[in-house]
T-cell receptor, first 113, second 115 residues
Framework: DAKTTQPTSMDCAEGRAANLPCNHS???????VYWYRQIHSQGPQYIIH???NNETNEMASLIITEDRKSSTLILPHATLRDTAVYYC??????????????FGQGTELSVKP | GAGVSQSPSNKVTEKGKDVELRCDPI?????LYWYRQSLGQGLEFLIY????????KSGLPSDRFSAERTGGSVSTLTIQRTQQEDSAVYLC?????????????FGSGTRLTVV
């Protein structure tokens, strides 16, 4: 079973920041938080991942709470092309315990003009 | 190649027939994963391969499903005696190495329809 909880759906106005929350209250110390998205009829796309510190790349920012029990993915200026299902996943990233990503149901983000 | 390539992109087969789905991972990626996604559902893990290690087959739904990875590169997912509930998009992904924190790169999938 997925170890994360996300809202089923969210709306965001084009040009505004999209903030997608994720709860992972049972996360272990060696588990990373990963975010992927899946645009309709395509394979999932990697966005970002982090362990404890906040992370930023060209696609998004990831804010992880100090207790690591929740995180927020931020798309700073959402566009219509960001409409997709966003998956938050926790995964061990070292050693042979890792490997498979377990996807939950994700958040369906709709960016509206 | 530049991305993960899957073939065929679409496959329609009759119930009871066997099918083979192919995945060409990104060159140099040592880890390879298979998932399936039924209509309107999330991704279901099936199996992954890492180098010469024994594959993790814990997600295969029945013994009708099997997968091979030859030469550490191309992988084939075989479904024997297909059933209608096998209809789904089968997605392959690869990553540089197990456990390094790199993201997976997914292919576009094979849409399997069992009639």
């Amino acid at each position: 079973d997925a170890k994360t909880t996300q809202p089923t759906s969210m709306d965001c106005a084009e040009g505004r920041a999209a903030n997608l929350p994720c709860n992972h209250s049972t996360i272990s110390g060696n588990e990373y938080v990963y975010w992927y998205r899946q645009i309709h009829s395509q394979g999932p796309q990697y966005i970002i991942h982090g362990l404890k510190n906040n992370e930023t790349n060209e696609m998004a920012s990831l804010i992880i709470t100090e207790d690591r029990k929740s995180s927020t993915l931020i798309l700073p200026h959402a566009t219509l092309r960001d409409t997709a299902v966003y998956y938050c996943i926790v995964r061990v990233a070292t050693g042979n315990q890792g490997g498979k990503l377990i996807f939950g149901q994700g958040t369906e983000l709709s960016v509206k003009p | 190649g530049a991305g993960v390539s899957q073939s065929p992109s679409n496959k329609v087969t009759e119930k009871g027939k066997d099918v083979e789905l192919r995945c060409d991972p990104i060159s140099g990626h040592t880890a390879l994963y298979w998932y399936r996604q039924s209509l309107g559902q999330g991704l279901e893990f099936l199996i992954y391969f890492q180098g010469n290690s024994a594959p993790d087959k814990s997600g295969l739904p029945s013994d009708r499903f099997s997968a091979e990875r030859t030469g550490g590169s191309v992988s084939t997912l075989t479904i024997q005696r297909t059933q209608q509930e096998d209809s789904a998009v089968y997605l392959c992904a690869s990553s540089r190495q197990l456990g390094t924190g790199y993201g997976y790169t997914f292919g576009s999938g094979t849409r399997l329809t069992v009639v």
